[in-house]
């Protein structure tokens, strides 16, 4: 599965499209085993000579699935967005929740910074730049840790370590599409392979809006993008708060 996200993702980035909402909603599995790329209503072409200054809206993508870039406001942005929700997906399918679930863009840079590292210019150069750094606290002296907490969950190191190169906080540093395509954890045992005797015994559908609904399993739903940003009384809430919606 996650080579099939990786393959849709290189190949709507060679033709220069971004998704931005990657998320593990919009990611479907027929029945012959074929993995769709779905929801592209906030997909936009781009640009990607680097040189060539980009302005785009950064209110897109899912809040547990929205990168740091966006979250600290950047606007000139590319294909790494993507990749950290692929990031964010992959872990997903071994701990079966979405790992980062923020109430506010406050609380969810938290648990980026308590999960992948302080958010700081020494491991990110030229994030003191972004509009919104100075703006919203950042947990200080937050050691690296996504291996750490993911581990008793993805027993495969070349998967941990492939979730780990897309989850960098820096996306200058993220790893894109092509290159995790190349990753050693689809060339090792056990080897990708065919979906459909699996999936041939599935008689009803899992999509979240037709599946029917969990008993007594109320889930918190994350902010869409375009909600409005944390205002400073949420802020303190998140401040005071205890986070554990991060593995």
């Keep these: 599965m996650v080579q099939m996200l990786l393959n849709a993702l290189y ?28 929801d592209f209503g906030l997909a936009r ?14 209110r897109v993508v899912t809040l ?25 997906i992959m872990a997903e399918l071994w701990t079966r929740t979405p790992i980062m679930q923020g109430n506010t863009e406050q609380h969810q840079l938290t648990l980026i910074s308590h999960l992948c590292g302080s958010i700081a210019p020494d491991v990110w150069p030229g994030v003191e730049k972004l509009d919104l750094f100075t703006k919203v606290t950042l947990p200080p002296n937050q050691k ?39 990753h ?13 005797r699996t999936l041939s015994s599935v008689n ?16 918190v739903q994350p902010q869409a993008a375009g909600q409005a940003r944390v205002g400073p009384a949420n802020q303190a809430n998140v401040q005071s708060g205890t986070f554990d919606r991060v593995f």
Aim: glycine content about 6%; proline content about 7%.
């Design 184 to 196: 050693d954890f689809f060339w090792s045992d056990p080897m990708p392979t065919d979906l459909t």
């Design 45 to 58: 072409a781009i640009h990607l000579n680097k040189e060539q200054s980009q302005r785009y809206t950064n």
């Design 144 to 182: 690296r840790r996504v291996k750490e907490r993911l581990r008793s969950y993805v027993k495969d190191p070349l998967a941990l370590d492939l979730i780990d190169k897309m989850l960098t906080v820096d996306p200058g540093q993220r790893i894109d599409a092509d290159t995790a395509l190349n």
């Design 64 to 88: 547990w699935y929205r990168p740091p870039e966006l979250l600290l406001g950047e606007r000139n942005y590319g294909p790494p967005i993507d990749l950290w929700g692929a990031g964010c």
């Design 11 to 38: 190949f709507i980035h060679s033709n220069k499209i971004l998704h931005r909402d990657m998320k593990a909603a919009n990611v479907l599995i027929t029945k012959n085993g074929v993995l769709k790329l779905a």
């Design 204 to 219: 009803t559908s899992m999509f979240e809006f037709l599946a029917p609904p969990h008993r007594g399993r109320g889930q």
